[in-house]
């Protein structure tokens, strides 16, 4: 992939307008959004835009979202989940339509990527709408030939409310180098054999690749949860600066 200055750069990145080419409902509180961007010089999994909207009487709110999408895609995903009573999200979700036009700017961010030239094993770790920019890292993974270790903990309320359910089940099942796990921390369904509550250090310690194999960690969610998944990993053992984390929001998951 031709990295260049505008994947890590976001002094020098314009705001644009991006047309809205489709909006995909992925469960009752998420849909993604796929934008046509008006120019784009490529970005690395993990990076984000920022989504500006201006009301009539000029008042502006910004909000960040992943890019959901990988590098190899024309066109840009973000995956925006509700967020009650919340001035941008909910406008994302019940207002835009296709054929609308979206004034963003990015790639932003240069600490939370993954590229395949960085190597592995990577261990991603989610929490709710936290998948997003890891799903941009599986996706660019899926694409190469020499696909990288990775295990995917993605900690959700219920099964409906597992975010890419499909292509991430797809995905494991074609590819004995990806190992995912799903924790629901709700509901569960009564013969549910995965992990019922809260991502805690027995999850982690079965599904994380060992100390010895230096795995990079890619923890994302709400801030709580990412808080508390990497000081379980500290305390594991695992070396502070193999954890890269993205905090979201206050609360979730
Ligand atoms: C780098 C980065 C990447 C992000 N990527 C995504 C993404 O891919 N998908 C996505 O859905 N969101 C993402 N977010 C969160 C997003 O930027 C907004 O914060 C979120 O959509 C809420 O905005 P809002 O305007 O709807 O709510 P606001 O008007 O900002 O907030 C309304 C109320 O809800 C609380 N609140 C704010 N955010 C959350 C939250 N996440 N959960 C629960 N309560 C909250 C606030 O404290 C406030 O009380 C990302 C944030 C960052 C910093």
Redesign the pocket.
């Known amino acids: 992939m031709m990295v260049t200055d505008a994947h890590a750069s976001p002094h020098k990145i314009e705001w644009q307008l991006g047309r809205v080419q489709a909006v995909v409902a992925e469960t009752d509180r998420v849909k993604s959004i796929i934008l046509e961007p008006m120019s784009w010089l490529g970005h690395w999994p993990g990076q984000?835009v920022d989504i500006r909207l201006t009301a009539d009487d000029g008042y502006q709110?910004e909000?960040?979202?992943?890019i959901a999408s990988p590098p190899e895609d024309k066109l840009l995903t973000?995956?925006?989940?509700r967020?009650k009573?919340?001035?941008?999200?909910?406008y994302l979700l019940d207002e835009l339509r296709v054929g609308d036009h979206l004034e963003f700017r990015g790639p932003i961010g240069r600490y939370f990527v993954w590229t395949r030239s960085l190597r592995g094993p990577i261990c991603l770790i989610a929490g709710g709408?936290g998948i997003?920019p890891l799903m941009s890292m599986l996706r660019h993974r899926e694409r190469s030939l020499d696909r990288i270790p990775a295990y995917l903990i993605y900690s959700a309320r219920s099964l409906p409310d597992v975010i890419y359910r499909d292509e991430l089940d797809g995905m494991a099942d074609r590819d004995k180098g990806l190992r995912l796990v799903y924790a629901l921390t709700r509901e569960q369904p009564r013969d549910w054999p995965g992990h019922r509550g809260r991502v805690d250090e027995t999850l982690l310690a079965n599904n994380c690749f060992p100390r010895e194999q230096n795995p990079t960690f890619y923890v994302c969610g709400?801030t709580g949860f990412v808080e508390g998944i990497s000081s379980m990993l500290v305390t594991m053992g695992y070396e502070p600066l193999s954890i890269k984390t993205?905090?979201?929001?206050?609360?979730?998951g």
């Open positions: 984000h709110a909000r960040s979202y992943s973000i995956t925006v989940e967020v009573e919340g001035e941008v999200s909910p709408a997003t709400p993205e905090r979201f929001g206050p609360s979730g």
